[in-house]
C-alpha cells in the first residue's frame, strides 16, 4: 500500500510562484513515475508533469518554462515549483504514483496500479 500526501497550495496573485510537495510513504520501492494533475471547477482532471525512475520530464504545454517536477528519493517527495502563475492555474492539484510491475519483487504487486494524493487547492488571482 502507499500514501500520498500533497501539501504546499495557497492563495497568491498572478506572477507569484508556489512549491508543492507530494510525501509518499507505507511500500515506497513499490512505486515509480509520479506525476502531477490538476483539476479546476467544472473541468476534467488533466495532466500537468510527469518524472519518471531515471529523471526524464514532461510537461503539459499549459506550464512548460513555468513549472519545474522534481523528486528527493531520500525523501519520499515529489515536488512541483511552480513560477509565473496565472488565474488559468487554479485548481486542486494532486499527485499520483504508479505502484507495481512485473519488474518488481514481492511484495509489490506485479499488476501496475495508481496511487493518488488527496490534493492541494491552489488559487491564482488576477
Keep these: ?8 497550495g495557497g492563495s497568491v496573485q498572478a506572477g507569484g510562484s508556489l512549491r508543492l510537495s507530494c510525501a509518499a510513504s507505507g511500500y515506497t520501492y513499490c512505486s515509480h513515475d509520479m506525476s502531477w494533475y ?4 467544472g473541468k476534467e482532471r488533466e495532466f500537468v ?23 528527493d528519493n531520500a525523501k519520499n517527495t515529489l515536488y512541483l515549483q511552480m513560477n509565473s ?7 486542486m492539484y494532486y499527485c499520483r504514483s504508479q505502484y507495481g510491475g512485473r ?24
Excluded: M
Design 103 to 126: 519488474w518488481l519483487s514481492p511484495p509489490c504487486p506485479s499488476g501496475l496500479y495508481n496511487y493518488w494524493g488527496q490534493g492541494t487547492q491552489v488559487t491564482v488571482s488576477s
Design 85 to 91: 502563475l496565472k488565474p488559468e492555474d487554479t485548481a
Design 38 to 41: 490538476r483539476q479546476a471547477p
Design 49 to 71: 508533469s510527469d518524472i519518471d525512475s531515471d529523471g526524464s520530464t514532461n510537461y503539459a504545454d499549459s506550464v512548460k518554462g513555468r513549472f519545474t517536477i522534481s523528486q
Design 1 to 8: 500500500q502507499l500514501q500520498l500526501v500533497e501539501s504546499g
